[in-house]
């Protein structure tokens, strides 16, 4: 993309001393108090470009040259030199910088007219690649060069045209140039010009003609016929954009009580897993216990015959003389202390039998404890699982419930939502068929509620994206949605028209949409000067929440700060006139010039006679 870059802006005469400002070929910011000419160098700017009328102020008058230094895309350096009240610009294929007495190069006039055959609207024009570039007059197809004044004015906003309710787009508030204004910006945003119109149709043509916009009536009169409402685009728009609001909150809703219930269907599954596998333990314990408590039974039941064992010796005639009891040995063939030796033997056997079980006894019960304990843990644990399971199936139907009636009405807003779509869509198509009805017919037969060139949708959303991206980028508060309405010809943001607004607000989203063309003109090698000059963007602009009444007061440091870093990275060149002072980093990285705010400072664009007097 081509563009231009300011390099310079001078006053000078033989009688005076020069008054310049030089400009930085990214980001130049002029600040400092009031009545120091700081607007007035925007109006000169303007002016230089092709303006027709430049209200010179006090410390102007005695100049009798003004100088724009200007760069062009391929580094060639050019000087444009206009006396003031003249229509003659004389160029200079040179940097100038000081009173100028050499002869010009060419000259060129600063107004561009349909007669014009050598104005500085079609040299740089020329210079750029969009000479060949038309745009429609008025309804009936007529159409004429784009001139460079197009271009500037949407480039270029002096202080009055910031805070001005009238649209950035028009160039007056007459009736006269809306067409051409709409034009410009479909060209802008479309890239497609308008075709001269040169010649009619003969006899044939116009048969055909006649039966072709038959045609396209019938079709448009069936297509109106098919829509839902009575509601214009603008109407369903709105429509669309509230029901989308109430759907998104219904949205988070059923998002919000989905997760709830998967949540709760999560836990109640983990629950019902737990809860088998204690069931499955308690019924290993039970079994457990079960057998064990059998065995401790046969280990009481064998100690408790030991004893009667050990009890009932005397009873079993262990000590009676005559045949042994033990081994049935007659008395003559026993040994003296036989008898006494088998009691021994049998009481050491029963004990040792005794001592065995009592220890397999006393073993079994710390295991039977502990079988116990985890029983009654696991019979606890089963219990509260059961309360959390009763507890969780009651938020699983009430989920459950709550979700049915949600679901319901969301889907009642999407059915409405897809009317209105259909609706829209309906819309625009019956938008291109009258397009090209009125192509055909020779007249733009549109409705009287939107301009006579149709900016279509997508290029309109590619430029509203820009436009969002750069307010959030300057995080100004309560503008949110912001977008460029052709229908209204207007920026609207929050729901409101920028007319509706405060000054804060116009001054603010007169900038934003200023800087946000300028970079999708960049982007999708539109034509465009490549430069942006500002006069007061924020300085009238106040947050939402001050207790200042009134809009008319400085802005929030937050958005200030935000707008100027952002103005950092703009690809082109940008020009800032402001009274506040930017940040610090700003100043550190921008070209920045301040006017009379403390000793030392520059008096003013103009120089003052203290300064002149130094100079001498």
């Given at each position: 993309?081509?563009?231009?870059?300011?390099?310079?802006?001078?006053?000078?005469?033989?009688?005076?001393?020069?008054?310049?400002?030089?400009?930085?070929?990214?980001?130049?910011?002029?600040?400092?108090?009031?009545?120091?000419?700081?607007s007035?160098?925007?109006?000169?700017i303007e002016?230089?470009?092709?303006?027709?009328?430049?209200?010179?102020?006090?410390?102007?008058?005695?100049?009798?040259?003004?100088?724009?230094?200007?760069?062009?895309?391929?580094?060639?350096?050019?000087?444009?030199?206009?006396?003031?009240?003249?229509?003659?610009?004389?160029?200079?294929?040179?940097?100038?910088?000081?009173?100028?007495?050499?002869?010009?190069?060419?000259?060129?006039?600063a107004?561009?007219?349909?007669?014009?055959?050598?104005?500085?609207?079609?040299?740089?024009?020329?210079?750029?690649?969009?000479?060949?570039?038309?745009?429609?007059?008025?309804?009936?197809?007529?159409?004429?060069?784009?001139?460079?004044?197009?271009?500037v004015?949407?480039?270029?906003?002096?202080?009055?045209?910031?805070?001005?309710?009238?649209?950035?787009?028009?160039?007056?508030?007459?009736a006269?140039?809306?067409?051409?204004?709409?034009s410009?910006m479909?060209?802008?945003l479309?890239?497609?010009?308008?075709?001269?119109?040169t010649?009619?149709m003969?006899?044939?043509?116009?048969?055909?003609?006649?039966?072709?916009v038959?045609?396209?009536?019938?079709?448009?009169?069936d297509?109106?016929?098919?829509?839902?409402?009575?509601?214009?685009?603008?109407?369903?728009?709105?429509?669309?954009?509230?029901?989308?609001?109430?759907?998104?909150?219904?949205?988070?809703?059923?998002?919000?009580?989905?997760?709830?219930?998967?949540?709760?269907?999560?836990?109640?599954?983990?629950?019902?897993?737990?809860?088998?596998?204690?069931?499955?333990?308690?019924?290993?314990?039970?079994?457990?216990?079960?057998?064990?408590?059998?065995?401790?039974?046969?280990?009481?039941?064998d100690?408790?015959?030991?004893?009667?064992?050990?009890?009932?010796?005397?009873?079993?005639?262990?000590?009676?003389?005559g045949?042994?009891?033990?081994?049935?040995?007659?008395?003559?063939?026993?040994?003296?202390d036989?008898?006494?030796?088998?009691?021994?033997?049998?009481?050491?056997?029963?004990e040792?039998?005794?001592?065995?079980?009592?220890?397999?006894?006393?073993?079994?019960?710390?295991?039977?404890?502990?079988?116990?304990?985890?029983?009654e843990?696991?019979?606890?644990?089963?219990?509260?699982?059961?309360?959390?399971?009763?507890?969780?199936?009651?938020?699983?139907?009430?989920?459950?419930?709550?979700?049915a009636?949600?679901?319901?009405?969301?889907?009642?807003?999407?059915?409405?939502?897809?009317?209105?779509?259909?609706?829209?869509?309906?819309?625009?198509?019956?938008?291109?068929?009258?397009?090209?009805?009125?192509?055909?017919?020779?007249?733009?037969?549109?409705?009287?509620?939107?301009?006579?060139?149709?900016?279509?949708?997508?290029?309109?959303?590619?430029?509203?994206?820009?436009?969002?991206?750069?307010?959030?980028?300057?995080?100004?508060?309560?503008?949110?949605?912001?977008?460029?309405?052709?229908?209204?010809?207007?920026?609207?943001?929050?729901?409101?028209?920028?007319?509706?607004?405060?000054?804060?607000?116009?001054?603010?989203?007169?900038?934003?949409?200023?800087?946000?063309?300028?970079?999708?003109?960049?982007?999708?090698?539109?034509?465009?000067?490549?430069?942006?000059v500002?006069?007061?963007?924020?300085?009238?602009?106040?947050?939402?929440?001050?207790?200042?009444?009134?809009?008319?007061?400085?802005?929030?440091?937050?958005?200030?700060?935000?707008?100027?870093?952002?103005?950092?990275?703009?690809?082109?060149?940008?020009?800032?006139?402001?009274?506040?002072?930017?940040?610090?980093?700003?100043?550190?990285?921008?070209?920045?010039?301040?006017?009379?705010?403390?000793?030392?400072?520059?008096?003013?664009?103009?120089?003052?006679?203290?300064?002149?007097?130094?100079?001498?």
């Amino acid at each position: 993309m081509a563009d231009l870059r300011l390099t310079h802006l001078t006053y000078a005469s033989a009688a005076k001393p020069l008054a310049t400002v030089d400009f930085d070929p990214s980001l130049t910011v002029v600040y400092g108090a009031s009545d120091t000419g700081k607007s007035f160098i925007a109006e000169s700017i303007e002016y230089m470009l092709g303006g027709s009328k430049l209200d010179l102020i006090s410390e102007a008058e005695g100049y009798s040259q003004i100088l724009l230094g200007l760069e062009l895309d391929d580094g060639t350096p050019l000087t444009l030199l206009r006396v003031p009240d003249s229509n003659t610009i004389h160029v200079h294929w040179a940097d100038l910088r000081e009173l100028v007495t050499r002869p010009s190069d060419f000259d060129v006039t600063a107004k561009h007219t349909a007669r014009s055959k050598n104005s500085l609207s079609q040299f740089l024009l020329g210079h750029l690649g969009w000479d060949d570039l038309r745009i429609r007059t008025n309804d009936a197809g007529g159409s004429r060069e784009l001139r460079l004044s197009d271009l500037v004015h949407l480039s270029v906003v002096p202080e009055n045209r910031m805070v001005d309710k009238r649209s950035p787009v028009l160039h007056s508030s007459s009736a006269n140039g809306k067409t051409a204004a709409a034009s410009v910006m479909r060209l802008l945003l479309t890239g497609e010009g308008d075709a001269e119109v040169t010649t009619g149709m003969n006899a044939g043509q116009r048969r055909v003609n006649k039966g072709q916009v038959s045609l396209l009536d019938r079709i448009i009169v069936d297509l109106q016929n098919k829509l839902s409402t009575s509601e214009n685009v603008q109407e369903l728009r709105d429509r669309h954009r509230r029901l989308q609001t109430t759907i998104d909150g219904y949205s988070r809703a059923v998002e919000t009580i989905t997760h709830q219930h998967l949540n709760s269907v999560a836990e109640r599954m983990s629950v019902t897993e737990e809860l088998a596998g204690i069931e499955a333990r308690l019924a290993e314990v039970g079994d457990l216990m079960s057998r064990f408590t059998l065995l401790e039974k046969q280990y009481r039941s064998d100690i408790d015959r030991l004893v009667m064992v050990t009890e009932a010796g005397n009873l079993l005639g262990f000590f009676k003389v005559g045949t042994c009891v033990f081994c049935g040995a007659e008395p003559e063939h026993q040994h003296p202390d036989h008898s006494e030796r088998e009691t021994t033997q049998l009481h050491l056997a029963v004990e040792t039998e005794m001592a065995k079980t009592t220890s397999l006894l006393d073993d079994l019960r710390p295991t039977m404890r502990d079988l116990l304990s985890q029983l009654e843990e696991l019979s606890s644990r089963r219990e509260e699982l059961k309360a959390s399971a009763t507890r969780l199936d009651a938020d699983i139907s009430i989920t459950r419930g709550r979700l049915a009636p949600l679901r319901e009405d969301m889907d009642q807003h999407l059915e409405v939502r897809s009317a209105i779509e259909r609706d829209l869509d309906l819309h625009q198509r019956i938008e291109e068929l009258e397009d090209r009805r009125s192509q055909l017919d020779g007249e733009a037969a549109t409705p009287a509620h939107r301009p006579t060139d149709y900016i279509p949708n997508r290029a309109l959303s590619a430029f509203d994206q820009v436009l969002r991206h750069t307010l959030e980028a300057w995080k100004v508060p309560s503008v949110e949605f912001a977008e460029y309405d052709q229908y209204q010809m207007e920026i609207r943001a929050g729901n409101r028209l920028r007319a509706s607004r405060g000054k804060g607000v116009r001054s603010v989203l007169h900038s934003a949409f200023t800087t946000a063309l300028a970079h999708y003109c960049r982007e999708h090698d539109r034509p465009h000067p490549g430069l942006v000059v500002l006069d007061s963007p924020v300085v009238t602009y106040r947050g939402p929440h001050s207790d200042a009444p009134g809009d008319d007061v400085p802005m929030t440091s937050t958005v200030v700060d935000h707008f100027y870093r952002n103005m950092l990275t703009f690809p082109g060149q940008v020009i800032i006139f402001e009274n506040g002072d930017p940040p610090h980093d700003v100043i550190a990285q921008a070209r920045t010039h301040r006017f009379r705010l403390q000793e030392g400072d520059r008096a003013g664009f103009f120089p003052s006679s203290r300064e002149r007097r130094s100079g001498s």
